[in-house]
């Protein structure tokens, strides 16, 4: 253990290298496209239920969603500064102003959608 003060919280992006994630994608398209198929072409007697495969997709895509908001606040914490290309690591003590912003503007976001 060092002797620095790394501000308690920190993490990293893992490595999504490899077939794991095309894979896992594709998954999620076949399902999407079954979906599609269910609730528009196949028959009323065919015994497809396109909600409950809605509800399977849904948690199926919140990882790579997660993954994609991950990378964003990685960039929006590049784009202010608070992280340099040398050490990529994140720390709550380091990004605190991107965080800070960030939550600002997802709560300015949802306080103007419409109803």
Request: net charge positive; with cysteine.
């Amino acid at each position: 253990m060092s002797g620095k003060d790394t501000g308690g919280l920190q993490a990293k992006m893992p490595a999504v290298r490899g077939t794991a994630m095309p894979v896992y994608l594709a998954t999620c398209f076949f399902l999407a496209v079954s979906i599609i198929f269910s609730a528009t072409v196949a028959p009323s007697w065919f015994p497809l239920q396109a909600p409950r495969f809605l509800a399977t997709l849904i948690f199926l895509l919140s990882v790579p969603v997660g993954f994609a908001l991950a990378s964003a606040f990685i960039w929006f914490a590049k784009l202010l500064g608070e992280i340099s290309p040398k050490n990529q690591s994140l720390s709550l003590k380091r990004t605190t102003f991107s965080l800070g912003t960030a939550a600002l503007i997802f709560i300015i976001l949802v306080m103007s959608s419409p109803d």
